[in-house]
């Protein structure tokens, strides 16, 4: 076989328009392919609904591949663990309700099976905005990440979606744009990103299930930004939460777009 490398070229540019062209219109655009943004993308993937992820870094994976400062180990207590059973990952039982994983396969392992289930993951992709139409977030603001670093002015393009999902963790973008452009009012309870507040595992554990909704209309928090839109504290590295708010988040979604 002769290797051309123009062909190699005009595969991989035909391959990626048509990708992203057939991504313009989604049922829910993810903002973010940390943990809880990639298990919101796979349960609803696995349910049939049209989901593409937008990640600025060049990895997906977020916060999770450094475990607790570097040591690439994370945490899960049980009732987590059968989200990464789910996913194929390997968990060993520390003590008691603690469980333990290996960061590297438990990325590896969300990113696959979102992808596999019918997630489209677009990386390299910073959302800069948000489309408002009539009260209700429409859809995102898109630039390369690149555009973005460089500091260049270059206008940016849109995707339409039914919903959002703020899954950017502690910054919580999304929201933090929505506040600063529009001045609208959030639900909650100052109207306001309330912000995230010192560590507190076992309450951020609960709080960041319960914070994971729809904090605009259209627009849903998932993971740690959940804590910074609706007031919570931070829980370090255990990262059952993260799985279960994306579980939650992608459970509220599909009975709303039934
Ligand atoms: C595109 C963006 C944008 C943008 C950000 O930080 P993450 O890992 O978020 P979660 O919520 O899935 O997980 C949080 C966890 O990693 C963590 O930080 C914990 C448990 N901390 C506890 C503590 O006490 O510190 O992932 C967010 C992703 C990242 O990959 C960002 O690059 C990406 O979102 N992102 N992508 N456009 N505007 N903003």
Redesign the pocket.
Known sequence: MSIDEIKISRAIVDSYFKKLMSNLEVDVAI?????????CAYYLAKRNIKVAV????L??????WGGGIMFNEIVVQTKAKEILDEFGVRTRRFEGEYFLADSVESVCALADKAIKAGAKIFNL????DVMIRTGRVTGLV?NW?AVEIAKLHVDPITIRSKFVVD?????A??AR?LEKKTNVKLKTKTGKTVGETS?WAEM?EDTIVKNSKEFYPGVYS?????NAVFGGP??????G??LL??RKVASDLIKRLK
């Open positions: 903002v973010g392919a940390g943990p809880s943004g990639l298990t937008f990640e600025r870094k990895s997906v994976g977020g916060g999770m992709l910073s959302v800069e898109l990440s899954a950017t963790g502690h910054a973008e999304v744009v560590m951020a998932s993971g740690m930004a959940s931070r829980m370090g590295p255990i990262f939460g993260m708010a994306g």
